[in-house]
Every structure is written in C-alpha cells, then in structure tokens.
C-alpha cells in the first residue's frame, strides 16, 4: 500500500500570483487527485520551480527574483528568432508557455508553498502534508546565469548541445557575489557539495521546504543518461580510477551534509543499475545506502517511456531496491512532461497501463524474509508544459493507480533475482568492474526479450532467508562472490530448487556443476538464452512474430494472494505469446486462450494485466476464462471456464476461502458440485483443487472467508 503519494506540479499553472489564483490552483490540485490521496499518512507536493538555480542564487532576501521554468525547451538554449516557424524542436530553440509570463519572487514562492500547505490540510487533515523543492544538474528546466555563465567550471558531464551536467565532485572557482550562505563570496576550491548544502539549508527552511529533491543523477553520477563515466568510456575501463572516483562521489555527500544536516532528502538516480553505475562512475551506492544520510533510494527512471526500454527501468530498479537505505521503497509515473510539450499518457504509452502494471509488479525480499512492495508514490507530474491540469489525464490512469496497489504482490514471484549490490560497489577487483557490467546489461537484454523477471533481493538478504521462502521460486545470481551465497545455492537446489547462475566463461569454470543448475556464458550466449534456460524448471515463453526484429512483448509474472499475475508491455501487438509452467498452461482470468500443443497462447494487447487462478494440462482446443455473477450469499466468486477436452485442471482459491468446482447449477441456481475435483496439498504449491480427464465447462467457486 502507498503510505505516501507525492504530486510533483511546476510554477506553470499559477499563471496569476495573487493570493486567490495561487488558493485556486491548490484546490484543484488536491481535488482532483482525491481518489488517490485519500487515507494515506503522508501527502507531499513536489515543486519544480527552476533548476535549483534559484537554491544556488539565494541571498536570503525574499523580495528578489528569480528565473524559474516558464519556457518551452531546453531554457538554456536561444529563444525562437522572429520570423522562425514554431514547429522549430523545442531542443534547438525555446519559446515561451505562454505571452507575458508573471515574474517570480521568493516572497511569491513561499506563499505557494504555505497555500499548498494550508489547503492540503484542509483537504485531508489527518494527513501529513510536505512541501519539497528540487535541483536538477542539466539546463533544461531554467535559465542559470550560475551553472553556465559565472561557475560553468562544475558542469564537466553529460553534454546537451555543449552545455554541460553538474559534477557533484566539482570545486567552486572563487566569487565576490553576496549568497545567503556565504555573505563574503564562494572561496577558491570551495567543494560543490558543501556550498549547495549549506545553500539549501537557508533556502528550504526560509521557503518552508519540508524536503529537497535531487535530479538526474546529482549525488552518483554526472552523466546519468550515459553507461560510460569516469571508470569506463565505452571500450575501455580505467580501475587506477576507481578509488579515487569513488571517494570524491562519497565525500559529496558527507559535504552536503555538513551544510544541510537534517532535510530530509530524495533522489532520481540515474538511469542505469547498481553494477552499470559503478562500473562507469564508482558510484558507490551500499555505502551511500549506510551511512545514516537521511535519503530516500531512487525510484524506476522514465527511460521507458522515452525510449520504450523497459528491460533497463525493471532491471535498473530492481538492483537499487534489492537494499534500502529505510523504510521508503518508490515508485514514480511519467504522467506529464511540464518542459518538452509531452504528457506520455497519451503520446508515449497509447493511453494504456504499460508502464504502471510492469514496475508494480517488482517486490523486494527484505532481511526477515518478508515481500515488500512500492510503499511510496510519485506522479511527474500533474500539469502539462502548458500549465494546464486535464482532468481527463488523471481520471483516465488513476484506476490503474489504485488496481496496481490493490494487486501488489505478497509472496516471491517465480524467478528471484539474487543481487551483489555490497559486493558489486565495495569492489576494488578491476576484472569485476566488466563483469558487473556484463552482467546487468544482459539482465536488461533479457528482460526486454520477454524473460518475467520482477523480484530481487540482496546476497546479504539472501544469507538471513530460510529454503521456505523460496519453494516455489527459481534463483537467479551472478557468479557468486563468496563462497557462503555459492553453497546456499548448492543447498537450496538439492532441495529441488532450480538455479540459473550468468557469468564470463572465465567466472563460470570456477562454478562446480550441481544439481537443478543452469549456467549461462553472457560472453557467447544472447538474451533469450534465460528464457530457454527457464525451460529446465517448467517454465516455457515462446513468441511467434509475424516480423522479424520487433521486440517480443516484456512480461512481469507476480503472486498475490495466491494467484499469479501476468502484467504485459506489447511493443508489437501482432506477436502471439504461448505460456507453459510446471502446473500447465495459464488460463488468463477474461481471456479466451487457443491450446498449442499444450501451450496457452495469446495475442496481447499494448498493456496487459491479468489474474490466473486456472492452469490447464490440454494438448489442443479454445478455452474460456470469465468471472461470472456467483448468484447466492454463500459463494463470492465464480470463474466460469469453457472448453475444456480431457484436461488436467488445476484451480488456486484465494487465501482462507472454501473453494469447490462445479459442473453447472440445479433449477433453483445452487452450484452443483463436480466430484471429478478433489482438494490437493502439494509441498511446493500448498492447496488446490486438482480434476483429471476434465471435459466441457465448470464453474470454479470460492466462499466468503467468514463463511464455513
């Protein structure tokens, strides 16, 4: 469940600063995410006024202005010349959101952040409200006469059209200008870390910021779009760099501490993994995670959406939640963009719930063995580039919101992901540094080739877990660093366990065969090698494309109280997908099914979201699977299932509910209950009911908890 929701809103919708307008926009604000918000225990807006610029700017003095994101484009680049067509890329040239945009000063940005407050609590009074403001590291969002006139010497990443990304690791050159926090001047050699936090601690509590976002990377890496870095530039790794790197990323935020001891602070990472930014950047990221920095660990990166990677947003999240630095496990949708005129509901998702079901569907194992969940929920954000608020944008998703939490998953999912993130960023081994690279990108390949890979826990997890937790699950891994994680495994798959272990052929002659093991050389083998990898533990995903070279359809298969859940990208909806597992063929809840040669086989639409209750051994056929109308105060449920031919059928109730099946009903509409079914309990599986040589239709039927 999300016991926190944050709406992320730009300075773009408070096109008139006097106090009725900024009341007026509030209300909306709060109002028209009501359904989401209601009962959660904390409520945070989160502010994109500039770049930060304003953070990095500030004199203490609430009457000045300040530049703040009202452009369409990359702020930092030219304004549109007269004569020059609009259609022009917002890239290249800038224009306005709207003629006569109004100015902006801290004394009009605190009386926001104070309405927001005071309406938020109005609204949802026994809610915590927050407040927070952000920085970004690029110039996309506002002019910074800061980063690319006066101090340009600390923008040495990421280009965009020659201009540079905040090194967090940068030195300040020396300045007269008056800061709230340095009245005499920035020293010479002043590091970039200490100076922002010391900054922002002025800022945020003058302004009433409950917290501070960090973007795009500021605190891990400067160029967080990129999979090179300092380490690594794309053929060649440079480990003589690696301590020093890694002290100087870790020092920025002891810096930042040492201004700004007490904020709160959260973080959008980059958009790669654990192992990738270490591997480019020395990022690192356990330690990061422990030392007591008050931070928040970074949710999925919108990478899907811009450029439909799905395998490296699951992947990327899933090493960065596998630890965490508390108790805040995020996730973020890209609703609108308030910058560079999209809002990917519409014009990168299709108007579907791609890209909420499939991150939802990720769950963590945690040290006590116990599945954990997104708890923490970002929209980026609610208004669009224009500074408008459609309802119909947050009406039209906002039940796939509120679906997704309710389908949360509360067990391991079928694969489990066993992540070195201690051992991947605590390494001095420079043969490491390409083997966790390696590693995660084939993780990401694979994903993206349809491999339903959505569950991640740590090696240091791992150790603390008992062989229960995982008995239905098969165990994904790395070349163990450590002998203890590699005995585990031995363990854990003499007990029938499978094991998948991926690694350079190096790596992996240095792993003894055992039984119910796998090993997959990521030096020769391609992506699809873990799916057919998958097929040694029962579980069979085949495409049939009707062209060669489109993506297969990326799938997340979750469990949630007792059910299994088939969340589903399609990149191409004329691609056939045909399911085994070592129960049968999944017949999908609403769904017709064509049995192939014993596979179930289905033609996704561009997002899915299914439950399975129903596993059917049956070599051909059409089967139906539909919810029904029970008709009676005894029975909840009904899942009516049509087409069955001497079929071995397999049905799962949901928890602590009598179940039976049923071949039809009497005259007075009672179930009539099918004695070819009798309640199994397997060691693996737990209860269900189990019907052999099943032909025509039958009503699976489940009670009411209450009821015995």
Known sequence: ????????????????????????????????????????ESISIMLWTAD?????????????????????????RPMIKEGEHPSISSYARKQ?????????????????????????????????????????IGPEFAISDFKYNRHNEICSGEQIEQLGFIDATARLNADDRYYASYPCGIPEGEPFGRFLGKQANCFLKDMGFDYLWLSNGLGYSANPWQKTGKIFDGEKYYPERLAFTKERVFEFWKLFREGCPDIPIETRGTNNSVGIDFASDAVPLYDIYNANLNITAPPNSPWAALNDDYGLEMMGHMTRVAELPNEHFPFRYYLHDPWFINSPWYDRYDSTPCDIYLPMAISRIDEEGRVMTANKFNIL????????????????????????????????????????????????????????????????SAIND?????????????????????????????????????????????????VIIYASAARLKQIPDFC??????????????????????????????????????????????????????????????????????PILLGCETEIKDGFASYRFARAEHRECRVF????????????????????RRAIFIKGLKDATVRLFSEPNCPFDASNGKSKLYRFVLDERFHELEDDVYGKYLLGEHIDGDIYFIMGRPEVK
């Open 616 to 635: 059917v051994e049956q070599q051909s056929g059409v089967i139906s699977c539909r919810e029904q109308a029970p008709g009676n105060n005894y029975y």
């Open 450 to 498: 349809g491999f339903p890979l959505c569950c991640v826990t740590s090696t240091d997890n791992f150790l603390r877990h008992s062989i229960s937790i995982y008995k239905k699950s098969t165990l994904i891994s790395p070349a163990p660093e450590s002998d203890e994680i590699l005995h585990k495994l031995q363990e854990f798959a003499k007990e029938g366990i499978g």
């Open 516 to 585: 119910n093991l796998t090993k997959i050389n990521i030096e020769t083998e391609s992506a699809s090698a873990l799916r057919k990898a998958a097929e040694n533990y029962g579980w069979c995903i085949l495409h049939e494309k009707k062209v060669d070279n489109i993506k297969p359809p990326t799938i997340a298969i979750s469990r949630f109280e007792n059910a299994h859940f088939i969340s589903v990208y399609n990149a191409n909806t004329t691609t056939d997908t045909l399911l085994h597992t070592p129960l049968g063929a």
């Open 52 to 76: 930060g610029s304003e953070i990095l700017d500030y004199a203490g003095r609430l009457e000045d202005e300040f530049e703040w994101c009202r452009f369409l484009g990359v702020a930092n």
């Open 96 to 136: 306005d959101y709207m003629e006569n945009a109004p100015k902006m000063t801290y004394a009009i940005l605190k009386k926001i952040v104070d309405t927001f407050k005071e309406e938020g609590k109005n609204a949802f009074p026994r809610s915590t409200i927050r407040v927070g403001a952000t920085f970004d």
């Open 381 to 444: 954000s609610v208004d669009n580039s224009y500074g408008n608020m459609p309802d119909a944008c947050a009406n039209e998703p906002l039940p796939h919101f509120l679906k997704a939490e309710k389908d949360s998953p509360d067990e391991p999912a079928p694969f489990v992901w066993i992540y070195p993130v201690r051992e991947y960023t605590t390494s001095c081994d420079s043969e490491l540094l390409r083997e966790m690279n390696t590693g995660d990108n084939f993780i990401s």
């Open 1 to 40: 469940m999300f016991k926190s929701v944050t709406l992320e809103i730009s300075l773009k919708p408070f096109k008139q600063t006097d106090d009725a307008y900024i009341s007026s926009v509030c209300k909306k604000v709060f109002t028209q995410w009501q359904a989401l918000l209601k009962d959660r």
